[in-house]
């Protein structure tokens, strides 16, 4: 079943598909899925359709509007007039770009509205509540602290958090705080049937379902919130009825539940790290629980459990970060232990507030809130602190889907105590996958991307790597570093910038690399004679006049020209002309005349010719 989910499961256009439209200007109709995100000078929110120019369609679109003065909210029904249009993929196969994004939530176009206009708002109290709680947090505690707390409460995906303080707790392996999941609900279910206790059976059970109920209705059907819940009802009743569950039985219920009802839901990225996660608690934690209270001193024994359900869930989910993000936290382990005694009073806390948030006055709130907002803080420092460790995200790049599949066979005798005699294929297993992994990694090559008539170039060898830029604003530095840590790359040797215009991203450039070569005052990035050298990588000047350059990456050797003079006047030179070549990559977009000239000189020097 799972198989068939990764395969078949994914979603694709209906017959009557927004996207059959892509590339017109049309009228739309439709209903906003959830409240707009709001950016800088924009918001986009997913659209269910109703009618195109007066016709009947169904689907999904992403309406994105600019300015946005006033976002639009889940349950509002627009009326839109754009130009309907295939959302672009990412720079590189490797970088999740819109399109990705939008597939996984059933959509394949975006509407850019030149017009747009309310047609009715419907009553949503469910929305409403969410947005209320997640605005009285952030109005008392500010946006960092209050965005924290209304996470807790809500799940990421329901709250828009400051982008630099998700990234702090992606990088330092907490990200699972910040998604509503089964933490999350064990705090809440817990602290209630503690409560109940003394009370009767029907009562607990009430109030147990009550408590899940409420958690799905504020969290969302999100996957990894819709799996919590089945899996906790099912808990509940097993233990009410006196009976005793078996963990790996309940999650396999649930998991074949869910994809029974939704198989789409197994390329789900939330949906399998969840259960991965799950399945480590389940499977390996009480193992690993023993054993460190049998090997452990006595004194930090108290620290077993912990260190259990953190290294499970660790090792359980390290070939899905791999394959999905081709990083992984460095230290989350020491991060979890750290944040484990602020957690869950600071989820519990979060989730009273919630409740009261609605009622009491801002004063009354503020005053409530302050224990929790210094836990808050208290967090995100911690978070940050992390964070900036040394080398705190390993970035591995992205292994093949195949090396993925051998290492996971190879943690099996690890991770399963029934298994361990098999521990010694294991090992093998695992070099194996790392071994394969590395020689793609330390190869030569060069990578290419662009996007807006901006171009990139990464030429990488033995591990190492140096870029050039077409451009030098803030969105190219943004995207050259994607691309830079999408193969593994956190920094690089030198970058060289062809921009001549003076850029405010420097800072974002000297983060990335030992050195950065831009034009100054009119002066070319490279003056005849100069070079930029790292082991294994040299770019020097092609011709003595013009910005034409001869890249050597390892064994390989190519021309980079990037603009149209520079490739009139390489053809007229014998030195760019001469030799073999690996490829020649051009900083911009060539003409039919300039790709004909091209293919005439590529079957002369059998060469590639990118983009």
Known sequence: MLIKGLLWGAPSPGAHDPSLLNGRTVELIGRLHADARVFDTSCSALIAVDRIDGRRFRGRTEVVLQPCLNPPQQGWQLKLTGALKAPQAGVHRLVSGPASRLHRLGSWSQLRADQWQVLHKSWTPIADARRSVAARFQQVAGPQRGGLLAALVLGGAQVQLPAELREAFRVAGLSHALAASGFHLSVVLGAVLAIARGLSRPFRVSLGCSALLMFLTLAGGQPSVVRAVLMGATALLIRESDQRSRGAGVLLFTLILMLLIRPDWAQSVGFQLSAAATAGLTLSAPGVEQQLLRCCPSRIRWLASAIAVSWAALIWTLPLQLLHFGSTPLYALVANLLAAPLLAPLTLSAMGLAVVALLLPHPLLVGLSWPVQQLAGMLISL?????????????????????????????????????????????????????????????????????????????????????????AEPQSCRFAKQLAHSHGHRRLDGIVLLDPVASEAMGCWMSMAEHVQAPHQGHLPLLKGQRLRSEGLVLSLLTDKGQAFQLQAGEQRWRLLPKPQVLWAAGRSSSARSGRWTGTWLGFKPTQDQQRWLHRLKAKDAMRVDP
Do not use: C, K, N
């Open 383 to 471: 978070v940050h602190w992390i964070s900036h460790w040394p080398a705190a995200q390993l970035l591995s790049g992205h292994p093949q889907p195949w090396v993925v599949l051998l290492m996971a066979f190879g943690l099996i005798p690890w991770v399963i105590s029934s298994q361990r005699g098999l521990r010694g294929f294991g090992v093998v297993t695992l070099l194996s996958a790392v071994f394969l992994h590395a020689v793609v990694q330390l190869g030569d090559g060069v990578v290419v991307a662009s996007r807006f008539g901006r171009h990139w170039l990464l030429a990488r060898h033995r591990g190492r790597a140096a870029l050039v830029s077409t451009h």
